[in-house]
């Protein structure tokens, strides 16, 4: 991630809040984790709580496909095993898109096994 200070970064299916309680780490700036789980946030603002971080890092509860922010807010959109969970992953990226400010990052981990055997074994 190329962060400045001052960057807002919005982090999509934060969970627990383990990315954002990384990037708090490394970066000065405001962190947004968003997540449909009520319960996953509950066990994130305790670990952000817990680190001294609320005043960095908001939690908040939201569908990825439909979020509540305008246009061109965010320097940097993160989301971790996203894709897996949505109904509809092109029009879920294009929200996430449409929140990111021109030139900013869309970064992401996803990944799964592979079905195949050859590929599975490199």
């Not at 383990?18 to 509950?42: C, F, K, P, T, Y």
């Not at 246009?71 to 894709?83: A, C």
Request: with cysteine; net charge negative.
């Amino acid at each position: 991630m190329a962060l400045r200070p001052g960057n807002l970064v919005l982090d999509v299916c934060t969970g627990t809040a383990g990315v954002a309680l990384q990037i708090a780490r490394h970066h000065n700036g405001q962190i947004v984790g968003l997540d449909i789980s009520h319960s996953m946030l509950e066990a994130g603002l305790r670990a952000v709580e817990k680190r001294s971080l609320d005043g960095s890092i908001q939690l908040i509860q939201g569908h990825a496909e439909h979020l509540p922010f305008p246009d061109k807010t965010f320097d940097t959109v993160v989301f971790t095993y996203l894709l897996r969970y949505v109904q509809d992953p092109d029009a879920t990226i294009r929200e996430l898109s449409r929140v990111l400010k021109p030139g900013g990052q869309l970064l992401s981990l996803e990944f799964g096994v592979p079905e195949t055997f050859w590929i599975r074994a490199i």
